[in-house]
T-cell receptor, first 113, second 112 residues
Framework: EADIYQTPRYLVIGTGKKITLECSQT?????MYWYQQDPGMELHLIHY???????EKGDLSSESTVSRIRTEHFPLTLESARPSHTSQYLC????????????FGSGTQLSVL | GDSVTQMEGPVTLSEEAFLTINCTYT??????LFWYVQYPGEGLQLLLK?????DKGSNKGFEATYRKETTSFHLEKGSVQVSDSAVYFC???????????FGGGTRVLVKP
């Protein structure tokens, strides 16, 4: 069973608000990822991290930022949310040695009005 | 760059029908191939994988064979159940790669 948690599960906010999506894992995995999933279900990698103090931008440009101060925690922040940020955000983690198997959280469905 | 192409859904089937979801890939070298499944309201889970040509991955009645000559990794199940209703993602990673490349996903709906 995956031990990776995302909160909140659903979030509805107004334009211009600052938000942070939380992601935590208890498996001690070094690698963590953020994916944005559009309504057509396609997954886009927006951020990833190989360990503490390591963050990289993914394949899809995103106005969000991430931080990795602790191994288990990989929050994603939007400084000023806009309707175009409305999407499902999925967090995942994997071991360094077996980066092929990702464990996913249940996701955060963000709606910006 | 690397890419994965899946058949578009939704795929609607009756219970006990045969399911095939086509997946083809473009990549240099010898990638490992995967199928992930996303049940309603959940994150993705690894369903099966194959790491070299002619390998067959299998799990929960699903199978997929790594075909290098056709660069394909089609997913099959002989008799689907309502509980198989989900979105299925094909993916690859190269031996020296560090990120999975996902296909666009195929939604499957199984009706009783």
């Amino acid at each position: 069973e995956a031990d990776i948690y995302q909160t909140p599960r659903y979030l509805v906010i107004g334009t211009g608000k600052k938000i942070t999506l939380e992601c935590s894992q208890t498996m001690g995995h070094d690698k963590m990822y953020w994916y944005q999933q559009d309504p057509g279900m396609e997954l886009h990698l927006i951020h990833y991290s190989y360990g503490v103090n390591s963050t990289e931008k993914g394949d899809l440009s995103s106005e969000s930022t991430v931080s990795r101060i602790r191994t288990e925690h990989f929050p994603l922040t939007l400084e000023s949310a806009r309707p175009s940020h409305t999407s499902q955000y999925l967090c995942a983690s994997s071991e360094v040695s077996t980066n092929e198997k990702l464990f996913f959280g249940s996701g955060t469905q963000l709606s910006v009005l | 760059g690397d890419s994965v192409t899946q058949m578009e859904g939704p795929v609607t089937l009756s219970e006990e029908a045969f399911l095939t979801i086509n997946c083809t890939y473009t990549a240099t070298g010898y990638p490992s191939l995967f199928w992930y499944v996303q049940y309603p309201g959940e994150g993705l889970q690894l369903l099966l994988k194959a790491t070299k040509a002619d390998d067959k991955g299998s799990n929960k009645g699903f199978e997929a064979t790594y075909r290098k000559e056709t660069t394909s990794f089609h997913l099959e199940k002989g008799s689907v159940q309502v509980s198989d209703s989900a979105v299925y993602f094909c993916a690859l990673i190269k031996a020296a790669g560090n990120k999975l490349t996902f296909g666009g996903g195929t939604r499957v709906l199984v009706k009783p």
